[in-house]
T-cell receptor, first 112, second 112 residues
């Protein structure tokens, strides 16, 4: 079966802009989680969506937001980009959020 | 608060030698513990979870609640084991849906 797909794979944005990243989960998976990966902070949880509802949220500012659609696809948005937002953004899907999580390849965001 | 600590950022061994990747966690309760692996240019994938108590690719991990550790071990390392290894924790219950707390990771290099 197809794995978790994230688009785009690479992005370059300017400070102050906003960006939207997309994640298509494995078919049948209703939970989608987002993580930010940086060399300094490692992998940090952003938020989790299940059946179009955010159930869990990490310690990130309100500039980071997300949503989930009825087909379980999810998007995350970062507004007013800062240089420190440069990172690899990973999404993971699972059947319920309490089962095995499968990760996408990630979107590498560079803010200049 | 929950925390995962992997004390070794880098670990080098020779092929055929035993390897142990250390993981300590902080959580007041009974969490789920996982080991994830990321091979070069591949996505993050689950290696094993403590509740399954199985051996994957020759790796085993034992949960020691007294020492709050979940070390990953393999008796005879192979070159193909070279990768980044992450220990991760998920708290039980609804507040942790889809949320994994990761350690900083250990880069394992197996020399021929």
């Amino acid at each position: 079966k197809a794995g978790v797909t994230q688009t785009p794979r690479y992005l370059i944005k300017t400070r102050g802009q906003q960006v939207t990243l997309s994640c298509s989960p494995i078919s049948g998976h209703r939970s989608v989680s987002w993580y930010q990966q940086t060399p300094g902070q490692g992998l940090q949880f952003l938020f989790e969506y299940f059946s179009e509802t955010q159930r869990n949220k990490g310690n990130f500012p309100g500039r980071f937001s997300g949503r989930q659609f009825s087909n379980s696809r999810s998007e995350m948005n970062v507004s007013t980009l800062e240089l420190g937002d440069s990172a690899l953004y990973l999404c993971a899907s699972s059947v319920t959020g309490g089962t095995e999580a499968f990760f996408g390849q990630g979107t590498r965001l560079t803010v200049v | 608060a929950q925390r995962v600590t992997q004390p070794e950022k880098l670990l080098s061994v020779f092929k055929g030698a035993p390897v142990e990747l250390k993981c300590n966690y902080s959580y007041s309760g009974s969490p789920e513990l996982f080991w994830y692996v990321q091979y070069s240019r591949q996505r993050l994938q689950l290696l094993l979870r403590h509740i399954s108590r199985e051996s994957i690719k020759g790796f085993t991990a034992d949960l020691n609640k007294g020492e709050t550790s979940f070390h990953l071990k393999k008796p005879f390392a192979q070159e193909e084991d070279s990768a980044m290894y992450y220990c991760a924790l998920r708290a039980p219950g609804g507040t942790s849906y889809g949320k994994l707390t990761f350690g900083q990771g250990t880069i394992l290099t197996v020399h021929p």
